[in-house]
């Protein structure tokens, strides 16, 4: 993925979270040399790795697969003192733009819709002894609500909705076509390099091609950044 793709999708993200009166803080709206000014005081930062997420998976499709993540709070599972007991995301999607299928072995997970159109997923349950999915259906709840889906079932949840994920449901999500969405994520603790696991071949962090500046560095970068 190209800096320059990277820093448009920022831009964008910054701009539609606004629009719908969403703020972030304040190290969000940093330019590089105020984050390399302060990176003596960001070591909750780095190391639960709160900020800026954007990426394709490593498919060179962006436009079709792919998301700007920013994490708000998070913790450290190995390291209690660290951070706080839960994780809190904004995912931002444009039209047309979906995750890729994956589920997650540890982490229980509410996928919120905050704001644009309507949220749709694909759920399926994964049998934990083989990592593949099944064609079981799917007991979530939806805001305390039970529901029951067939496998790979289409499920819509309208703004201000949410649904429950737990570990081994496998799922896809993006806007419905015709609209951006704005996605929240409220979990426990995330821990994006141990609990992600995909049913599609894909990267978790794309490599970027530096075809212009750093605006700001991404969760994963900051090593390298500062």
């Known amino acids: 993925m190209k800096r320059s793709a990277v820093n448009q999708a920022i831009a964008w993200a910054k701009d539609y979270l606004q629009k719908n009166n969403i703020h972030l803080p304040e ?3 940093w330019p ?7 990176a003596g005081k960001l070591d909750t930062v780095r190391k639960v790795m709160l900020g800026w997420d954007i990426t394709d998976y490593g498919l060179n499709d962006f436009e079709h697969i792919g998301s700007v993540l920013y994490t708000v709070r998070n913790g450290s599972i190995d390291d209690k003192i660290v951070g706080v007991p839960f994780c809190e995301k904004y995912i931002v999607m444009r039209d047309g733009q979906r995750l890729t299928n994956h589920y997650h072995v540890a982490k229980t997970e509410d996928i919120i819709n905050r704001a644009g159109g309507v949220l749709r997923l694909y759920l399926w349950k994964v049998d934990p002894a083989t990592g593949k999915m099944t064609d079981e ?5 939806m805001d305390g609500v039970l529901h029951t889906f067939k496998a790979g079932e ?12 737990t570990p081994y449901i496998a799922h896809i999500f993006g806007p419905k076509p015709g609209s951006d969405l ?30 212009e500046p750093m605006t700001c560095p991404l969760c994963n970068e900051y090593d390298k950044a500062l």
């Open 27 to 29: 190290y969000a709206y």
């Open 32 to 38: 590089l040399e105020t984050w390399k000014a302060n």
């Open 137 to 141: 259906d799917v007991d979530v709840y």
């Open 154 to 165: 289409e499920v819509l949840v309208e703004p201000g909705n949410s649904i429950s994920l």
């Open 182 to 211: 704005v996605v929240g994520e409220v979990s426990s603790i995330n821990d994006d390099n141990t609990d992600n696991y995909f049913l599609e071949e894909c990267l978790r962090y794309t490599t970027i091609e530096d075809d």
